[in-house]
């Protein structure tokens, strides 16, 4: 499995892109800024996105991609969330104000079908099986377990420190864990109100598993990605690092 990190920024800014994260050639998960620097024809490959919830940052690049192919396609693009982030979806995006609906478009063969997900349930998806995880955050949100048959990582979307995740996450022991640490320590009511981590928590959560798998933070604030990283650096023996813009992940490790 290849993850190609095209956002993991917390804001954006030359370089910088909100989460969005393309898995192989046909699978996104989020569709933040970082979905405008795929291609024409990467865009035309994408058959399904996984959505954690529905905050911009993590939604804004999928109206724009849609209209960006939708005369081009050939098969519809399949997006996947709980019913919440659908009706947000329909209701405040797809409304023919904001952006067309295009469930309706083009009109003989609509590029867009919503399917709406179950809290803890496991679905097929291309060729992964995919698990919702718990998060916890101000707008309803999960995280995502994806795996191949070989192998496979968790993402926690955006969320504070939520021990039913990890508990899950001890469960299926995914090689690669991506982790919203947002925020320095010192910020951490700032944290704590907009519901995500920050490096002290990372640490409190990492304690809770009987595994070491690899940790890559994202979602770190613009600007402060070097303190963060420093303060996330001295996890031993698990391995912590930022992503970057760009870089690309196989798994299982060669
Ligand atoms: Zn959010
Ligand atoms: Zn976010």
């Known amino acids: 499995m290849k993850i190609d990190i095209l956002g993991c920024s917390g804001g954006i800014g030359p370089g910088l892109h909100t ?3 393309r898995v192989d050639k046909h699978l996104l998960v989020d569709a933040g800024s970082g979905v405008g620097t795929l291609t024409l024809e990467q865009m035309l490959d994408i058959r399904s996105v996984i959505i954690t919830h529905a905050h911009i940052d993590h939604i804004l690049g999928l109206p724009l991609m849609l209209a960006t192919i939708y005369d081009q396609h050939t098969h519809p693009v399949h997006v996947y969330a709980s019913s919440s982030v659908i009706s947000a979806l329909k209701d405040h995006i797809f409304n023919w104000t904001i952006w067309p609906d295009f469930t309706q478009l083009p009109a ?12 803890d349930s496991e679905l097929e998806i291309e060729n992964y099986r995919i698990t919702t995880l718990p998060a916890d955050h101000p707008s309803p949100a999960v995280g995502y377990l994806v795996n191949d048959g070989q192998s496979s990582f968790a ?3 955006d969320s504070g420190y939520h021990p039913p995740f990890w508990h899950q996450v001890n469960r299926h022991q995914p090689e690669l864990i991506i982790v919203d640490i947002s925020f320095t320590d010192d910020a951490r009511e700032l944290a704590n109100d907009s519901g995500h981590m920050t490096s002290s928590q990372l640490q409190q959560a990492l304690a809770l598993l009987d595994y070491t798998p690899d940790v890559r933070i994202t ?3 613009a600007g402060f990605e070097q303190a963060i990283s420093a303060e996330c650096s001295s996890t031993d023996p698990i391995h912590v690092a930022p992503l970057h ?3 690309i992940l196989n798994l299982p490790k060669g």
Do not use: M
């Open 19 to 21: 989460t969005a994260f």
């Open 108 to 119: 003989e063969r609509p590029i867009l079908q919503l399917h709406t997900v179950d809290p």
């Open 219 to 221: 979602h770190l604030k």
């Open 245 to 247: 813009h760009g870089e």
């Open 155 to 157: 993402f926690t979307g």
